[in-house]
């Protein structure tokens, strides 16, 4: 091998450091593209790198609410009790629906059965009749 | 010419640049990789709503829910319910699902503030038991399975005791027992003050405050510091192991505020010194809660390196349950259920759960 080809080869420091910078360029455009064209891509570093209460949420852009005053805050709690006994009503709501669900249901159940109790008892009173009449169906 | 000194320095320089650029070339694959945390778990139908609860139903490859013998999962309401149906590929109820059952999960979402009042009868005797109900009425059995994971499986054997007849099997994963273990997060709760929460007078108690318990297990663990230190260090590692790792990390960041009467009840009844479960003397509401209704089969699983229950704690079960199969895997609270080595949970649960199945 000639000295020449050795050193297409092997690049010299200078080059090989001219070649890691660029890499860098690279590098950097691709976090620069991804910052731009993804909205979740921040979000999911600032989460990789920080223990965030955030996670899978964007960061917060509007200021915190001011304090609220103690009227405010006693009607506030007034109304949080409201809601919370709306959502215990809603819960027996459920359950009653889900009551009449079952009745609905057992019913159609009932109704659905081949009923085995049934068919005697007409053919009974049908025999009763026949008893009553006289005119009895012949066996086949 | 070079001096070879000044050459070996650069040379080395040169290595450094390039190591280093290569990790945040690793670090900007993970973060554009699929399979984020919460995106990728397995498709699902919401059969039932209640408050901030959705009852999910999971459905198989063609959109459709499944016929098997019915199970439900039972997160803890303090974290969210990713945990059990992480990725794709990272999923205990999509594994239970694949085995041929009818998988349905608890989420009970994210507390506001009128939910500081709900107690443990409403999560158990009310969202609970509605759940178990709807799930019954949608698979037409009587009696399902029931995976509890942490605190929900504390409110699943709490709802098996009081309703017995309607849990066919019931699986509690590292579920805390006996309150008077020392370590674990009621012990560091009560450590930082969770006697003082006002049960009359109830606030939701934030996520900060909730996860900064978490934090106390591992101090400086979850610091910036640490996490950047952590992270960086992981970045020589594959794509796919970092990419499980920050999902994990993601969902343990990822507390959501509790009601604190909810959390107030619990150490009362639960916590270090009352410990009211071990003692026979636990209530939900009115009624006394009997763990010798708890009639059938139970397996109980504890984490060697649990830090949050710690696994004597949950191995106690044993003298409340005498019949659970109790049994403790290596690992830590989370790692068991979702980590690289849960599969080994998956398919004891799944063996447990086909066991005498018609």
Redesign the interface.
């Given at each position: 091998m000639s000295e020449s080809d050795a050193s297409k080869a092997e690049p010299t420091l200078v080059e090989r450091w001219l070649q890691d910078q660029q890499q860098w360029q690279r590098t950097l455009f691709t976090y620069l593209d991804s910052m731009m064209k993804n909205d979740e891509f921040l979000m999911h570093m600032g989460n990789a790198m920080r223990g965030s209460l955030l996670a899978g949420k964007p960061y917060p852009t509007t200021p915190p609410p001011a304090a609220a005053s103690a009227d405010d805050a006693a009607t506030a709690d007034r109304l949080e009790k409201v809601l919370y006994a709306l959502h215990q009503l809603q819960g027996q709501m459920q359950d009653v629906l889900m009551t009449l669900d079952e009745i609905r249901a057992g019913a159609k159940a009932t109704r659905l059965k081949p009923d085995s109790t049934k068919k005697p008892a007409r053919r009974a009173r049908a025999a009763a009749g026949a008893r009553k009449t006289g005119n009895r169906r012949p066996r086949s | 010419m070079?001096d070879p000194g000044v050459?070996r320095e650069?040379?080395a320089m040169?290595a450094r640049?390039?190591q280093t650029?290569a990790r945040?070339?690793r670090?900007?694959d993970?973060?554009?990789s699929g399979g984020?945390?919460?995106t990728g778990a397995t498709p699902a139908a919401v059969v039932h709503q209640?408050?901030k609860l959705r009852l999910l139903r999971l459905l198989d490859e063609s959109g459709q829910p499944r016929t098997g013998p019915p199970v439900l999962f039972v997160p803890a309401p303090v974290s969210r319910y990713f945990i059990v149906d992480l990725l794709p590929d990272r999923s205990f109820a999509g594994h239970v699902a694949r085995a041929g059952f009818d998988v349905f999960i608890i989420d009970f979402g994210t507390p506001?503030?009128?939910?500081?009042?709900?107690d443990l009868e409403?999560y158990v005797d009310?969202?609970l038991r509605?759940s178990v109900?709807?799930v019954s009425?949608i698979t037409g059995q009587t009696s399902i399975n029931i995976v509890g994971y942490c605190l929900g499986g504390t409110l699943s054997l709490l709802y098996s005791a009081m309703y017995p007849s309607t849990v066919s099997r019931l699986v509690l994963l590292t579920t805390m027992i006996d309150g008077d273990t020392r370590g674990g997060i009621a012990w560091v709760a009560h450590q930082m003050g969770l006697a003082g929460e006002s049960y009359e007078n109830p606030r939701l108690v934030p996520?900060?405050e909730i996860?900064s318990w978490f934090?106390m297990l591992a101090p400086g663990s979850?610091?910036?510091i640490g996490?950047?230190n952590d992270?960086w260090e992981r970045l020589d590692e594959p794509v796919d192991r970092l990419r499980d790792v920050?999902t994990m990390?993601?969902?343990v960041?990822?507390?959501v505020a509790a009601p604190g009467r909810l959390l107030a009840e619990l150490y009362q009844q639960f916590g270090p010194g009352r410990n009211r479960l071990m003692a026979g003397t636990a209530t939900v509401g009115s009624r006394s809660i009997d763990c010798a209704e708890v009639t059938m089969p139970v397996l109980s699983v504890s984490a060697a390196k649990d830090l949050i229950a710690p696994a004597d704690g949950v191995d106690a079960i044993r003298s409340l349950v005498p019949h659970a199969e109790v049994m403790r895997l290596p690992g830590g609270h989370v790692g068991i259920v979702a980590g690289r080595t849960a599969l080994a949970l998956w398919q004891r649960t799944v063996e447990f759960l086909m066991r005498n199945v018609k």
């Amino acid at each position: 091998m000639s000295e020449s080809d050795a050193s297409k080869a092997e690049p010299t420091l200078v080059e090989r450091w001219l070649q890691d910078q660029q890499q860098w360029q690279r590098t950097l455009f691709t976090y620069l593209d991804s910052m731009m064209k993804n909205d979740e891509f921040l979000m999911h570093m600032g989460n990789a790198m920080r223990g965030s209460l955030l996670a899978g949420k964007p960061y917060p852009t509007t200021p915190p609410p001011a304090a609220a005053s103690a009227d405010d805050a006693a009607t506030a709690d007034r109304l949080e009790k409201v809601l919370y006994a709306l959502h215990q009503l809603q819960g027996q709501m459920q359950d009653v629906l889900m009551t009449l669900d079952e009745i609905r249901a057992g019913a159609k159940a009932t109704r659905l059965k081949p009923d085995s109790t049934k068919k005697p008892a007409r053919r009974a009173r049908a025999a009763a009749g026949a008893r009553k009449t006289g005119n009895r169906r012949p066996r086949s | 010419m070079t001096d070879p000194g000044v050459e070996r320095e650069l040379e080395a320089m040169l290595a450094r640049s390039e190591q280093t650029r290569a990790r945040l070339d690793r670090l900007h694959d993970v973060l554009t990789s699929g399979g984020h945390y919460g995106t990728g778990a397995t498709p699902a139908a919401v059969v039932h709503q209640e408050n901030k609860l959705r009852l999910l139903r999971l459905l198989d490859e063609s959109g459709q829910p499944r016929t098997g013998p019915p199970v439900l999962f039972v997160p803890a309401p303090v974290s969210r319910y990713f945990i059990v149906d992480l990725l794709p590929d990272r999923s205990f109820a999509g594994h239970v699902a694949r085995a041929g059952f009818d998988v349905f999960i608890i989420d009970f979402g994210t507390p506001g503030g009128e939910d500081r009042f709900a107690d443990l009868e409403y999560y158990v005797d009310g969202l609970l038991r509605r759940s178990v109900r709807k799930v019954s009425a949608i698979t037409g059995q009587t009696s399902i399975n029931i995976v509890g994971y942490c605190l929900g499986g504390t409110l699943s054997l709490l709802y098996s005791a009081m309703y017995p007849s309607t849990v066919s099997r019931l699986v509690l994963l590292t579920t805390m027992i006996d309150g008077d273990t020392r370590g674990g997060i009621a012990w560091v709760a009560h450590q930082m003050g969770l006697a003082g929460e006002s049960y009359e007078n109830p606030r939701l108690v934030p996520a900060a405050e909730i996860k900064s318990w978490f934090e106390m297990l591992a101090p400086g663990s979850n610091s910036l510091i640490g996490r950047v230190n952590d992270l960086w260090e992981r970045l020589d590692e594959p794509v796919d192991r970092l990419r499980d790792v920050r999902t994990m990390a993601t969902w343990v960041d990822d507390v959501v505020a509790a009601p604190g009467r909810l959390l107030a009840e619990l150490y009362q009844q639960f916590g270090p010194g009352r410990n009211r479960l071990m003692a026979g003397t636990a209530t939900v509401g009115s009624r006394s809660i009997d763990c010798a209704e708890v009639t059938m089969p139970v397996l109980s699983v504890s984490a060697a390196k649990d830090l949050i229950a710690p696994a004597d704690g949950v191995d106690a079960i044993r003298s409340l349950v005498p019949h659970a199969e109790v049994m403790r895997l290596p690992g830590g609270h989370v790692g068991i259920v979702a980590g690289r080595t849960a599969l080994a949970l998956w398919q004891r649960t799944v063996e447990f759960l086909m066991r005498n199945v018609k």
